[in-house]
């Protein structure tokens, strides 16, 4: 057993505790990490590649982050979840349990697709073939055990359904299932999914949506529902405009219970 595979075993049981990031970057040159300290990381994940996890992110019990991976603020990973290859999720997403997001494939146009064989047997290099990133926006819902292909771009708002696999992109707002996932309804009008496209509340900070409750537990029906970005700016007439976006000032304690 490999010192490399010794240290990422028990960093696993460990769940990547806050003062050991700085050890793998310095003595592991393919693994680099930059997680924020209110991000969470049960027992049993393994991080490999260049991870980036956001504030209030949490990776449940044994989630696998392999590549090139970015979560963003909020975004929770539930058990079994697998990220490999170039992947971006966005902020406030819900990604169910044993979802996985596959970026490199295996070429298919030549005698063997077994990857190992070239290396071990014919000292050669057989290229993963790919289609480019996967992109994930922000309020994403993705169902238990869905699979996430090479070059797909999910928009914001988007659900897909469990057990899906999806090929092709996702607009914002819609609503996909099946093998290949196809649109099935729209999660809102589409006067109210612009609105709400405008408005990116994602990109606030906590103590704003907080400020902002009252709408966020209002069923959206019609394009009333759903305020102006500028009248959401002018809600609170004593915020500094900066505030309304970027660092949440606020502390970890009592997010997400």
Known sequence: MTLATVLDRTLSLLGYPQPTHGLVNRFRDETRLEVDPTARIATGCLL?????????????RGCILNGDVSVGRGTNLEPECELVGDVDLGRYCAIARETVFQEPNHEMGQPSLQIRLYDRV????????????????????????????????????????????????????????????????????????EKLLDLEWWEWDERTIRANREFF???????????????????DPNRKPEAVRGTDPSPASGYFG
């Open 122 to 193: 014919l000292d050669s290099d057989l290229r993963p073939a790919s289609k480019g990133r996967i992109t994930v926006g922000s309020d994403v819902w993705i169902g238990a055990r869905a699979t996430i292909l090479s070059g797909v771009e999910i928009g914001d708002g988007a659900v897909i359904g469990a057990g899906a696999i999806v090929t092709d992109d996702v607009d914002p707002y819609a609503v996909v299932a099946g093998v290949p996932a196809k649109r099935i309804k729209w999660r809102f009008p589409e006067p109210v999914r």
């Open 217 to 235: 537990e209002r069923e959206l029906t019609d394009l009333e529902d759903v305020p102006s970005a500028e009248e959401f700016r002018l809600a």
């Open 48 to 60: 490999r590649g260049q991870v980036a996890l956001a504030p209030r992110t949490r990776l449940s």
